[in-house]
């Protein structure tokens, strides 16, 4: 079964600043999808990143870019010029066939 | 356009009742899931549809839950005979088709309390 493990359950960076969230997955198959999603208060799960496995390449989105090492199963998420709006929950997800699995959590505050 | 939608947002049951969430796909989304979010924790699967068929239940977590989507597009999670242990959010997500290159799009959730 595929696990996905989130070791920093708290962070906080300064406004402006970086900060990189961890996360580390175990799965024996070759192709799949890595997911970062970000839970505000509000609940609503909202799509961060996402990078394909078989893609060397890492994805970027704007302040948001991920450090994709398959070899070593891990899939880190780098918040640049992080912003107050940023503070969340971030939850790193597996996809291989249909569901989602997630990881802990991250909690991210922001200091202004 | 319209998001998923879930309801209700709140549930209060006391411990023994039934309860029944909804939850309201993207139009057009063949592929419907179910997660619980314990207080604190990721969402774990529960399960999923495609169109209007049950395709995996493995993460029920027992035979009190039931799920359903009888005509492909609103679906129905029930539980039966609550207890404390069912407290938590419920998430559900759509997305076009059954494909890991397609986004899950997630609902607001519906947080359950057991008294």
């Known amino acids: 079964a595929q696990t996905v493990t989130q070791s920093q359950p708290e962070m906080s960076v300064q406004e402006a600043e970086t900060v990189t969230l961890s996360c580390t997955y175990d799965?024996?198959?070759?192709?799949?999808?890595l997911f970062w999603y970000k839970q505000p208060p509000s609940r609503q799960m909202i799509l961060v990143i996402r990078q394909e496995a078989y893609k060397q390449q890492n994805a970027t989105e704007n302040r948001f870019s991920v450090n994709f090492q398959k070899a070593a199963k891990s899939f880190s998420l780098k918040i640049s010029d992080s912003q107050l709006g940023d503070a969340a929950m971030y939850f790193c997800a597996y996809r291989n066939l249909e569901e989602l699995v997630f990881g802990q959590g991250t909690r991210l505050t922001i200091n202004p | 356009g319209a998001g998923v939608s879930q309801s209700p947002r709140y549930k209060v049951a006391k411990r023994g009742q039934d309860v029944a969430l909804r939850c309201d796909p993207i139009s057009g989304h063949v592929s419907l899931f179910w997660y619980q979010q314990a207080l604190g924790q990721g969402p774990e699967f529960l399960t999923y549809?495609?169109?209007?068929?049950?395709?995996?239940k493995s993460g029920l977590p027992s035979d009190r839950f039931f799920a359903e989507r009888p005509e492909g597009s609103v679906s129905t999670l029930k539980i039966q005979r609550t207890q404390q242990e069912d407290s938590a959010v419920y998430l559900c997500?759509?997305?076009?088709?059954?494909?890991?290159?397609?986004?899950?799009?997630f609902g607001p959730g519906t947080r359950l309390t057991v008294t």
């Open positions: 799965t024996s198959e070759s192709d799949y999808y």
């Open positions: 549809f495609q169109n209007e068929a049950q395709l995996d």
């Open positions: 997500a759509s997305s076009l088709v059954l494909n890991s290159v397609y986004e899950q799009y």
